[in-house]
């Protein structure tokens, strides 16, 4: 994974807990949905990510 793609990632999940905490505080169901959902994006690309890296990984040991 690239060191960008970490930084997007952990951006929107953070914006993310953002969103939820405000919709918490102001009775915003639907701010807080949205919140829910971004860190649910956010964790599913990293864990995207990791599988690219993990098969990367793979792939080098076998071309050593």
């Not at 999940?13 to 994006?41: F, I, P, Y």
């Not at 690219?52 to 071309?63: G, H, P, Q, V, Y």
């Amino acid at each position: 994974m690239s060191f960008g793609d970490k930084i997007k990632n952990k951006a929107q999940e953070a914006s993310g807990k953002v969103k939820e905490k405000v919709g918490d505080a102001t009775n915003n169901e639907d701010l807080q949905a949205e919140g829910l959902a971004d860190q649910a994006a956010a964790k599913t690309k990293q864990a995207g990510e990791h599988v690219k890296d993990a098969a990367k990984n793979i792939k080098d040991d076998f071309t050593k």
